[in-house]
């Protein structure tokens, strides 16, 4: 019998298809604009040209985002709570279909339980649902100390100062209602104990890697100092920032 692998899905899947077979329809005009001459060669070369940046390149870069976001684990050995305390309790914001929530479970030696909150919409990652991350959390043997909800960024459901670790990782820039980004920095301050741990990873816009494999999608985040500002707004303290091509993680304590 065929083992069960768990089903993580894309991110922006039918963003992604769409914006490159957009691009291809610009290729297809871009190289028969060669092939002819008179003012339609040039609308053809110029028309093509522009759907080639407007949707090919950001097309391509979001795939090449999916891709390098699968290597964002890495994040998981800067979770320095997770060997150094006893039955941590965390929290990770918008955990989708669990890919980094149970990478994180998997490293639990002390003990310790996560939970993983999300609106669960389909627009952003393929396959996104409730039973889908419960269902992954049970293929990759970690349903025991793990537990999935609904739950927003803006109104996290669990009481002040519960959790010794707070993850969100690349979430907040869709937050887009007004004031939620604020309104979701105050949340996951409240529920941090003092001295709690919060991992905020998002790509940073003025990047030269994200601008290059991102095109013009870059502008769907924000700039580093927009999260930095926010931050120190919500009285976060020792806060740090690393970042691997473009894709930054920021520590931050309570």
């Not at 002390?110 to 909150?117: D, K, S």
Request: hydrophobic share 40%; proline share 2%.
């Amino acid at each position: 019998m065929k083992e069960e692998k768990p089903k993580y899905g894309w991110y922006v899947k039918n963003l992604i298809i769409g914006f490159n077979i957009i691009g291809l329809l610009g290729i297809t005009a871009f190289i028969y604009g060669f092939l002819i001459n008179g003012l339609l060669k040039i609308i053809l070369l110029i028309s093509g040209l522009a759907i080639i940046l407007v949707f090919l390149w950001p097309g391509i870069g979001m795939v090449m985002m999916h891709l390098l976001l699968l290597g964002r684990i890495y994040l998981v050995s800067k979770m320095k709570g997770l060997d150094e305390i006893e039955n941590p309790q965390i929290l990770d914001v918008g955990c989708g279909t669990g890919r980094t929530a149970i990478r994180i479970a998997k490293e639990l030696k002390n003990g310790g339980h996560l939970y993983g909150i999300d609106i669960y919409s389909k627009l952003a990652i393929q396959g996104n649902a409730l039973d889908t991350v419960q269902n992954n959390a049970h293929i990759e043997k970690v349903e025991n100390k793990t537990t999935f909800q609904y739950g927003s960024a803006t109104d996290i459901p669990f009481e002040d100062e519960k959790f010794d670790i707070v993850n969100a990782s690349s979430v907040l820039h869709e937050v887009h209602d007004s004031n939620g980004q604020e309104n979701a920095m105050q949340e996951i301050y409240r529920v941090l104990k003092p001295g709690g741990c919060f991992y905020l990873s998002e790509w940073n816009r003025t990047s030269w890697q994200c601008v290059a494999i991102g095109g013009l999608c870059c502008f769907a985040f924000k700039k580093k100092d927009h999260w930095k500002t926010l931050l120190e707004k919500y009285n976060f303290k020792e806060i740090t920032y690393e970042t691997t091509a473009g894709f930054g993680i920021f520590t931050a304590k309570k």
